[in-house]
């Protein structure tokens, strides 16, 4: 990578060296630019330590916040409960059955005798048991026709809005990962500066001893090299509260190191070159676009609901009972079926208030729409604009990280040649330490613009495994 490849090629070759001394070439000094995931990690001078951890990917971490986040679980959840509500309306047009028996005790067996007849007729027993089983069946029932239909569009909806949360939280995966990365390179440049400051210091010691630097080089150099700790112990605490909140969303323990995304880890869709296309397709490929314009539908479904209620209802019914006590008539056990019509003609106004409600959530409905389609457009017109922002910094910060291999290389040379002082050797080489680490911090910026640029125009799914009905 451009960054590490300079600061093993160059910073790390930039320490003074005293001819017969031992110097900066005594420290342990990288050959080659090391890749982020097989970076040592000294500690010599900080006294602390990392432990070496597997590499996780950015895809397998993707991956795995897709098979285990719990905050998806819960989103998978709620969408499972959504998938009843096209059950619960049918459950009106379906029979329902109910069954019902009793047993009584009464105080004494009451009986009747009639003239002629051979054998007195109870009329109550001492023990009695009835049963009986009743039957209704829905014919004509006009509220149900919408809300049957609202309740579809409910589950659809149910289901794009857990969809949304699933790329949401995959797109905060994505940009904890990103940022945890780039802390991790970040360490890499500071414990690479320690060692420089290490090597100055030593060096600086070396020629104070010989008489060749004075007492000033000598703490410039130490008060460098502290800071340089403190840099470093900065840094890798910076990069462990990363993991935890990575692995916070992942659900797992912080047993793990990210590796350096390769390229550019996220591509720009060809369609954000143009705003309007972009601005479309964003308003194509949204989730939540699609959510809310259903949610105008549902409103509309139960403005017809209380419209529908104005008209009547017809509904069958059977009753079959029994008992163990004839009676009279000398049967046990009866049955009946016939057709029940109720026509509500007037309520008191509840259900021109209905009306009047109805009428309001459609237009709520309308303006959330409406409110959601200029915030989508203001999120792909920002997030394009940050993007350009972003690439044009970080080809300055790249820029600038050139000038100063070059400055640092001169100075280089100035001082070998006697015309350059030890203290604006080590100013040359700090310039290009900040220019290293503002490189750093550039490369994730346009890494994070392109993630979001996707996420604002609806085309961030990394895995394909939609929550909604395509």
Known sequence: MFIRALLSSVLLSQAPSVTGTPAATDTPVRNAAPGVSDLPVPSSSTGTSVAAFPLLTLEEAIA???KQSPSLDAARARLQQSRELGNKAWSGYLP???ASGAYTRNPSELTFALPGAPDP???QKRDQLSGQLSARQALLVPTLWPAIQTAYLGEKTAALTAENTRREILFAVAQAYLGAASLREAMAVQEQLLEVRQGFERDAQARFEAGDAEKLAVLRATLDRKQAEQ???RSRNAYATARSALAALLA???????????????????EADDAAVAEKTALDQRPDAAAAR???????GGRRQVLFEYLPNLYANGNASTTNTAGLTGQASTWTVGLALSWNLFDGGLREAKLRESSGKIAEANANLRGLEEQIRDDVRKARSELESAEVNLGTAEERAKLALESAR???QNFDAGVTTYLQVTDVNA???????SAVAESLNVRLSRLALMRAMGLFDPTGHSLAPR
Do not use: H, W, Y
């Open 294 to 300: 259903l949610n105008v539908d549902v409103a509309r």
């Open 252 to 270: 797992r323990p912080v047993d793990f190191d990210v590796a350096a995304p390769q390229g550019n880890a996220v591509a720009v869709p060809p």
């Open 410 to 412: 001169l100075a280089k």
């Open 231 to 233: 840099e470093v112990v």
């Open 431 to 437: 310039t290009l330490a900040s220019a290293q680490l």
């Open 121 to 123: 007729i109870t009329l």
């Open 96 to 98: 329902t059955v109910t």
């Open 64 to 66: 795995l916040a897709e």
